[in-house]
């Protein structure tokens, strides 16, 4: 993963669009595909991805779960409340789970 100063923008508007997309399916933002490989994001993209489907997918995701009536955007918020609580709870496995795996193999 690199730093924010060694991505390019257009790289990173391109994986919150893709993040924001596992959300708009209700599927948690937890990894990205990149050169057909799945990668592990970067926290501050999971969030970023979280607002960007909240203010991009509302009327999808109300669609997608039904919601009508004054509730409607309350019961958004808390599925996407859930979903991302899953999301940055497995991407901080999964990275915790890359530091280990590069730690063993520098000691092989």
């Not at 909240?54 to 997608?64: D, F, I, K, Q, T």
């Not at 991407?91 to 520098?106: D, F, M, P, Y």
């Amino acid at each position: 993963m690199l730093d924010p100063p060694e991505r390019e923008v257009s790289a990173v508007v391109a994986v919150i669009e893709s993040l924001s997309e596992r959300l708009r399916l209700l599927v948690p933002p937890d990894e990205y595909e990149l050169r057909d490989r799945l990668e592990v994001p970067r926290l501050p993209d999971v969030l970023n991805a979280g607002w960007l489907a909240y203010s991009v997918h509302r009327a999808a995701l109300e669609h997608l779960l039904g919601a009508s009536g004054p509730g409607r955007e309350l019961t958004v918020r808390r599925k996407l409340t859930d979903i991302m609580s899953k999301a940055i709870e497995s991407t901080v496995i999964k990275q915790r789970w890359q530091r280990v795996r590069q730690h063993l193999g520098e000691k092989s």
